[in-house]
């Protein structure tokens, strides 16, 4: 299931879009919005995967909309304006649909949208969002607070990002998730662990306890460890 949403400021074709996702079993409509401004707060509290954006819109353009932001979700214009096609495809948007759209057109460009998403990495950062990360599990785009994650565990052919409340099963590197997580607040521990540096509770020669589990602690990873505590008490020595 695809999570998308409308920006569009004509009230007419935005329904027109709705109606057509209805019929889309992959697709599910999270919000619309009538400019770029309402749909950028939207983009901050939702996950979203795909965005069916108009161009000519009062306040900002969906050109200007695009160029001044992280969107890193699959993008189809749907514009009456044919001259900003090759823009569009410079801003490597998924596709470019001509008002007006016949549903078998607008199908093709949402199964494009689909295969492409299909092949990205499953994990994903948003500069505007530092405090994010973005996991592709159980057919759907989780949004995850770094400050939530206590360790992350890597399995056969996925990872487990863990929380408190509960575990993310992501098909993915554990190498990709540790490049996705800020430095200075996780650290790869083991072949198999990264943790959570504020979440440790307790550290000894070969493992640590977090949330009351134990993790192992390869040689290599005992240096940077230590670095961190050191840094960690100098900073609490030198407030």
């Known amino acids: 299931m695809l999570n998308c949403i409308i920006v569009e400021d004509e009230p007419l074709m935005r329904r027109l879009i709705e109606e057509y996702i209805s019929k889309i079993p992959f697709l599910h409509l999270v919000a619309t919005a009538r400019n770029p401004v309402i749909a950028s707060a939207i983009l901050q509290t939702e996950a979203v995967d795909l965005i069916f954006l108009d161009i000519k819109m009062p306040q900002m353009s969906g050109i200007d909309f695009l160029q001044q932001h992280s969107v890193f979700q699959q ?17 490597n948007v998924t596709d470019y649909l001509m008002k007006p759209v ?99 509770t307790t550290i000894s020669a070969s493992q640590v306890k977090i949330a009351g589990r134990l993790l192992p602690i390869s040689r290599r990873s005992q240096q940077a460890l230590r670095q961190h505590l050191a840094t960690v008490q100098q900073h609490n020595n030198n407030p």
């Open 75 to 91: 993008v189809i214009f749907i514009t009456a304006y044919p001259e900003y096609a090759l823009q569009g495809f410079e801003l």
């Open 102 to 200: 016949t549903f078998e057109r607008f199908y093709k460009a949402c199964e494009k949208a689909k295969a492409k998403i299909s092949g990205t990495a499953t994990v994903k950062n948003n500069r505007e969002q530092p405090g994010y990360i973005y996991v592709r599990c159980n057919n759907c785009l989780e949004k995850i607070a770094l400050a939530d994650i206590l360790y992350v565990e890597a399995m056969l052919n996925y990872v487990q990002i863990v929380t408190a409340k509960q575990k993310y099963i992501v098909y993915s590197s554990l190498k990709a998730v540790n490049e996705s997580l800020p430095d200075n607040a996780f650290l790869k521990i083991h072949k198999s662990y990264i943790v959570a540096l504020a979440h440790i």
